[in-house]
């Protein structure tokens, strides 16, 4: 996994309302986390540490593996309270950047996307199994790539941010390739509802992703041993569905 830092420009911790999203999620977390062989837990892709603190306070010990400089410097100015603990690595060689043994491990927020090839998402869910208890299990949230492509969506919903400036608004657009990759452009604009132009770019920056489909998902997965896949078309008990379902969550063990 590329260490290039695309997201140094734009704090997206102040880019989603985190404490009606985790309570979302947990709704559907706590069920899986709930009987782990150990309350070790191993949070891959952790950004900015929302869910790295959260876990913590459901009483886990967690580790927080990411790739930026950025979003660790962050994380750490938000506090790493006891029980938390980030690191910086690749995940793709993720057992190389941890020690120890996890009751289970999660990857949320789309972070697989930055993985550009099939034989290094297998490395990655390889290293994960490694460091994982028997029985722990992996829990994995996407978009569901299936659907923006069946569909052609070019653009994740508009999310409007007042800060001490007034209002921006953060764009997210997407081109998508015959390969499988995607560009993402990831855009912060300034709105000023009486100003000429009313709309300037703060920052707005290209990023390749690859877009993981369901089946090169399960894969992989199968590849590094991963026999069981629970799929859900979003963090709740709403069965997936390829060109229907907004995201793709997967439990596996």
Known sequence: MSSTNHYAHIDYSKMIAWPKRLARE????????????SRRLLDLGC?????????AEKGFEVVGVDASDTMLARAREAGAPAGVQFLQGDLVHVESVVTGKFGGA????NTLAHIMDQAALTQLFTGVRSVLLPGAPLIIQVLNYDRLVHSGQRCLP?????DEEGEAIFLRV????????????????????DGDPALEVITSHNVPLRGWKRAEME????????????????????PYADHDSTDLVVVAR
Do not use: N
């Open 106 to 109: 999660v990857c949320l927020g």
């Open 158 to 162: 508009l999310t409007f941010i007042q």
């Open 26 to 37: 947990w709704a559907f977390l706590s069920a899986p986390l709930g009987s782990l062989p």
């Open 219 to 238: 894969a992989a997965l199968d590849a590094a041993g991963f026999t069981a896949h629970d799929l859900f078309g979003t963090m709740g008990q709403v």
């Open 47 to 55: 950004g900015t540490g929302e869910h790295a603190r959260y876990f």
């Open 174 to 193: 997407m081109t998508h390739h015959d390969d499988g990759s995607v560009t993402f452009t990831p855009s912060l604009l300034r709105y000023r509802k």
